[in-house]
């Protein structure tokens, strides 16, 4: 539901269409309400839903054909909006999402965000409004936070997210894995072996300076009272790892490196092993996400499991009940599985101190 006629401002001249949420403000209920009224759902009021109507008639909103469509349940489809397809947890995200997708007999489509800017974003997501069905967004980039927060309010969508600085509103239907915790974890795992301290290679975040991995990294640390060394950028490559590892490595204080995911640590067991710096007898190494390659380099890899695929599940999960039960649904943000730490050749005792 979008509206189509352009709200006017005081000077008289047009705004942007008339949505939802200014229904809502206008009628002062919820937009919730809104779209109970607009869809003749028979839970409302009879005053509540005169006030709405009115507003709907002053605002001149008119609802749009898709979420017409989606309220009464007639799209089966649904579509995922990601900027990238191929790293491990986004592929597995999607993953979870087609099998539960193709469990409940709802097809999915895949709308590939091929930049952050604010127009290809928003061509992007126009494109997977006029579709139909409902939208998934894989918030782990720029593009991707831009475009979860494109989505019209009216729209059914969920987002999957980096692990939240602070709790989301209510009505904001999220999902994610508590990434803070898992690096914590496994700070706490490596500094018991008997390191001064931990280095980190570091993920881009989405949405802060600072990850959710890198601040439970850096948490870690601070409760230990170890030194807390910069952080390095890594990017998302085994390339961008590489690049990382040899600066590591050309420090012989350096013993413990905690990498951002576990295609970085493959980049700095590379370049440990190019240094002359054994692994773990002098440095030890874990990553994260537990891909499908940590159990099977040289020395195995440990790292922090994180349930990826269940993530997609469960994002679906979240989006069918909106998509079956409507505007009634009632939706609210959630963590979605603990993480685990795998405890794999990679990371040892400390090296004995001269």
Request: hydrophobic share 40%.
């Amino acid at each position: 539901m979008t509206g189509h006629n352009p709200v006017v401002n005081a000077t008289g001249h047009a705004r942007r269409p008339a949505s939802i949420r200014d229904v809502a403000t206008a009628a002062g209920v919820s937009y919730q309400t809104v779209s109970r009224v607009i869809n003749d759902h028979p839970s409302v009021k009879a005053a509540t839903r005169e006030r709405v109507l009115a507003a709907v008639d002053e605002l001149g909103f008119r609802r749009n054909a898709t979420a017409f469509a989606l309220a009464r349940g007639r799209s089966r489809a649904v579509t995922v909006l990601t900027a990238e397809t191929t790293h491990y947890g986004h592929a597995s995200i999607l993953q979870g999402i087609e099998e539960a997708a193709r469990a409940a007999s709802y097809s999915v489509g895949i709308g590939v965000l091929e930049s952050a800017e604010e127009s290809a974003v928003a061509a992007v997501v126009q494109r997977a409004a006029d579709t139909g069905g409902g939208l998934i967004v894989i918030a782990y980039d720029p593009a991707g936070v831009r475009a979860l927060h494109s989505i019209p309010a009216e729209l059914p969508v969920v987002g999957v997210v980096e692990t939240p600085a602070s709790p989301p509103a209510e009505d904001r239907p999220w999902v994610w894995t508590d990434d803070r915790e898992a690096a914590h974890e496994a700070t706490r795992h490596l500094l018991s072996l008997g390191h001064e301290t931990v280095h980190y290679v570091a993920i881009p975040s989405s949405t802060r300076r600072t990850g959710a991995r890198c601040a439970g990294w850096l948490e870690a640390l601070r409760e230990a009272g170890a030194p807390r060394p910069r952080p390095l950028q890594g990017g998302w490559s085994p390339a961008d790892g590489r690049a990382a590892g040899r600066r590591l490595a050309a420090d012989p204080a350096v013993t413990a490196i905690l990498c951002g995911n576990d295609d970085l640590a493959l980049g700095v067991l590379r370049a440990l092993h190019e240094a002359g710096r054994s692994v773990p007898g002098e440095v030890s190494v874990a990553g994260f996400d537990d891909a499908p390659h940590a159990a099977h380099l040289t020395p195995s890899l440990t790292t922090v499991r994180l349930d990826f695929t269940g993530l997609g599940r469960s994002a679906f999960a979240l989006l069918h009940g909106v998509l079956e039960e409507s505007a009634s649904a009632q939706t609210v943000p959630y963590r979605v599985s603990a993480p685990e730490l795998v405890v794999r050749e990679s990371s040892g005792v400390a090296p004995a101190r001269d």
